[in-house]
């Protein structure tokens, strides 16, 4: 399963160690982690935070490989700080929004992001 990456955010409440032990005896070797409000990443620590786990991972054999987040100049940063390149977003429509409206949306936010990308070297 070396091309695959596991989405590690049903196991958020175990510790990092419990974490390795699970990506490991599933047969991954590379995770993708989620950055968002609520999570132990979140875009006000993670410029600090997500370098520090990227090498806890590696240490471990475990490669991060992927962060999950929404747009935010703060987490682009934060990747090219740990060289993880390649963030995975979402097209979500709110209750009160149309798909076409959304999907507008999106689009903007693509713009904003691929700024970001250019700036800090990454991919969504």
């Keep these: 399963m070396d091309n695959l990456s596991l989405f590690i955010k049903p196991w958020l409440s175990l510790t990092v160690p419990e974490i390795v032990k699970k990506v490991k005896e599933l047969g991954f070797s590379k995770i993708e982690v989620p950055i968002r409000n609520g999570c132990f990443l979140n875009p006000d620590n993670c410029i600090t935070e997500l370098p520090k786990l990227t090498k806890l991972f590696k240490s471990e054999g475990?490669?991060?490989n992927a962060v999950a987040s929404a747009v935010d100049e703060r987490v682009f940063a934060a990747m090219s700080e740990a060289d993880i390149?390649?963030?995975?977003v979402m097209l979500?429509?709110?209750?009160?929004?149309?798909?076409?409206?959304?999907?507008?949306r999106f689009i903007k936010?693509?713009?904003?992001?691929?700024r970001y990308c250019e700036k800090y070297n990454t991919r969504v």
């Design 62 to 64: 475990v490669a991060v």
């Design 85 to 88: 390149k390649l963030m995975r």
């Design 92 to 104: 979500i429509c709110g209750d009160d929004e149309s798909y076409n409206d959304g999907e507008k």
């Design 109 to 114: 936010m693509m713009d904003e992001a691929s």
